[in-house]
Nanobody, 123 residues
Framework: QVQLVESGGGLVQAGGSLRLSCVAS????????MGWFRQAPGKEREFVAL????????DYADSVKGRFTISRDNAKNTVYLQMNTLKSEDTAVYYC????????????????WGQGTQVTVSS
């Protein structure tokens, strides 16, 4: 069972930046697509970004496209989410997850999840 541990969340002013990291245990990290999702209070978990196993293909929700960048370092078993020009509506708990079914935006297609890291953007 893979373990995913996120870090890098915090409180930031609108317009600021944060970089989230997610470290995975195990030897098979480079075989899987990885995603970032977020969940705000009272809302469903939503897709944020996805990166394929090699890092050559990425996908973003329209709400973050052009502001967020997902990347990975397979040698470090780590996936990152660089978040720039943050807005108050980006406030949420951010989760990284490992896909069980390749490239997908659906939370149900991700079999392993981290515990989440809180991002709060003050306006």
């Amino acid at each position: 069972q893979v373990q995913l541990v996120e870090s890098g969340g915090g409180l930031v002013q609108a317009g600021g930046s944060l970089r989230l990291s997610c470290v995975a245990s195990g030897r098979t990290f480079s075989s899987y697509a990885m995603g970032w999702f977020r969940q705000a209070p009272g809302k469903e978990r939503e897709f944020v970004a996805l990166i394929n196993w090699s890092g050559t293909n990425t996908d973003y929700a329209d709400s973050v496209k052009g502001r967020f960048t997902i990347s990975r370092d397979n040698a470090k078993n780590t996936v990152y989410l660089q978040m720039n020009t943050l807005k108050s509506e980006d406030t949420a708990v951010y989760y990284c997850a490992r896909s069980a079914f390749g490239v997908s935006r659906r939370p149900a297609d991700f079999g392993s999840w981290g515990q989440g890291t809180q991002v709060t953007v003050s306006s």
